[in-house]
T-cell receptor
Framework: QQQVKQSPQSLIVQKGGIPIINCAYENTAFDYFPWYQQFPGKGPALLIAIRPDVSEKKEGRFTISFNKSAKQFSLHIMDSQPGDSATYFCAASMAGNTPLVFGKGTRLSVIA | GAGVSQTPSNKVTEKGKYVELRCDPISGHTALYWYRQSLGQGPEFLIYFQGTGAADDSGLPNDRFFAVRPEGSVSTLKIQRTERGDSAVYLC????????????FGEGSRLTVL
């Protein structure tokens, strides 16, 4: 059973566009929702994270929108650049030292 | 370097052989994790250490997989009687303390079982 469902599987946008990646979860006990970015041949790196007490968080060009009632959260990348081309993973975990569970990933290509 | 270091970066072995994968976490990080990533998939949790002890090994797929962290720093993931289905990138991550902080991942060890 997949605990975090991510979509789309792949995404192509023009430079300057705003790609949006979505994640849905079932476990209402999740209380930490990070996004990780992974380049080919590298390990994932934390991009931005949110907790359910806020509905939105911005860091630079990256924004997480969180909808607790719908059990969904999404990543928006403003003014996307070719250097943003990577695979993005949403994840979730619960308090009390439970492991992060990851979505299957979205491969983003930003074309000039 | 200051990041998580994993060796070997690539390992090719034959079905039935034994392999060890090593992880050297960031100095001072007490929590260490092993994940497995198959092609086109997200990282899949295997085991988590807090200090020297395995706090959660619920992700280990079967008893052919074992991991140790004897001195609370370097960890070794051990796979016995490897199978072709074990082929994947094995990722190690460390964090300052618990799961709800940032995980710092290494570049992974790519295991290919022929």
């Amino acid at each position: 059973q997949q605990q975090v469902k991510q979509s789309p599987q792949s995404l192509i946008v023009q430079k300057g566009g705003i790609p949006i990646i979505n994640c849905a979860y079932e476990n209402t006990a999740f209380d930490y929702f990070p996004w990780y970015q992974q380049f080919p041949g590298k390990g994932p790196a934390l991009l931005i994270a949110i907790r359910p007490d806020v509905s939105e968080k911005k860091e630079g060009r990256f924004t997480i929108s969180f909808n607790k009632s719908a059990k969904q959260f999404s990543l928006h990348i403003m003014d996307s650049q070719p250097g943003d081309s990577a695979t993005y993973f949403c994840a979730a975990s619960m308090a009390g030292n439970t492991p992060l569970v990851f979505g299957k990933g979205t491969r983003l290509s930003v074309i000039a | 370097g200051a990041g998580v270091s994993q060796t070997p970066s690539n390992k090719v072995t034959e079905k039935g052989k034994y392999v060890e994968l090593r992880c050297d976490p960031i100095s001072g990080h007490t929590a260490l994790y092993w994940y497995r990533q198959s092609l086109g998939q997200g990282p899949e949790f295997l085991i988590y250490f807090q200090g020297t002890g395995a706090a959660d090994d619920s992700g280990l797929p079967n008893d052919r997989f074992f991991a140790v962290r004897p001195e609370g720093s370097v960890s070794t993931l051990k796979i016995q009687r490897t199978e072709r289905g074990d082929s994947a990138v094995y990722l190690c991550a460390s964090s300052l303390n618990s799961h709800t902080g940032e995980l710092f991942f290494g570049e992974g060890s790519r295991l290919t079982v022929l």
